[in-house]
């Protein structure tokens, strides 16, 4: 009875463990693992913190994750942006196929703390390529897919992005929030498809590590 109680736990923790990944960006890049589309990157350690560097450049960056078969769960980033207007849009990639059709959900750190009442309810927006974009969401569905980030965090400094995607739903929490900045209803019928990361037109950041949590 001893064996086979110690074989069910080494199962359950294999199972556990298939559940969760880790993925570190700077030991990724030098293996050679991460596509990296539009952009150049460097690997970079600064006071404790090991990652990538995506410098800017015209139009959208991404970089995939050696991640392809994600359906339903947490993706959680640290990321750091910057705060100057127009020119920091960093977040996540999920339900990927190719260059041109995902899901993301991105940060834009100028608007964190702006004054103007517009602007701070842009911080955090979700978009659906190649169909719905930032512009075409804003212009057709005015503030249904951004929102306001309650006390959000310094916008030059590093801070965590966790999403849940539950089949059609999209929640992004930034760093340890009880509540969702943002709650949506995903606006196309991909139910899996490859991770990544995103910078949006003219804009770089930092990206330290991924973590995915599997919920089947």
Not at 23 to 45: H, W, Y
Not at 73 to 94: A, Y
Not at 119 to 141: G, V
Not at 177 to 186: D, I, M, Y
């Amino acid at each position: 009875m001893m064996k086979n109680l110690i074989i069910l736990l080494l199962l359950s923790s294999v199972t556990f463990a298939q559940k969760s990944k880790t993925f570190d960006l700077s030991t990724l890049q030098k293996e050679g693992k991460l596509v990296v589309v539009n952009r150049e990157i460097k690997t970079i350690t600064e006071n404790n913190h090991n990652f990538i560097k995506l410098e800017d450049k015209e139009g959208e960056g991404l970089v995939w994750l050696p991640e392809k078969n994600f359906k339903n769960g947490e993706i959680t980033v640290w990321m750091r942006g910057k705060d100057v207007l127009q020119r920091s849009f960093i977040g996540l990639i999920f339900h990927g196929i190719d260059d041109k059709t995902y899901d993301a959900v991105y940060c834009r750190p100028f608007n964190f703390f702006a004054k103007d009442s517009v602007r701070k309810i842009h911080a955090i927006q979700y978009i659906a390529h190649p169909d719905f974009t930032w512009k075409k969401l804003r212009e057709t569905r005015n503030g249904e897919f951004e929102k306001e980030i309650v006390n959000p965090p310094d916008p030059n400094g590093w801070f965590k992005m966790r999403l849940v995607i539950r089949y059609k739903t999209v929640e992004g929490y930034i760093n340890d929030a009880a509540k969702p900045s943002l709650t949506v209803e995903k606006l196309n019928d991909r139910h899996d498809g490859k991770v990544g990361l995103f910078v949006g037109d003219g804009a770089g950041g930092d990206f330290e590590k991924v973590t995915i949590k599997f919920f089947d």
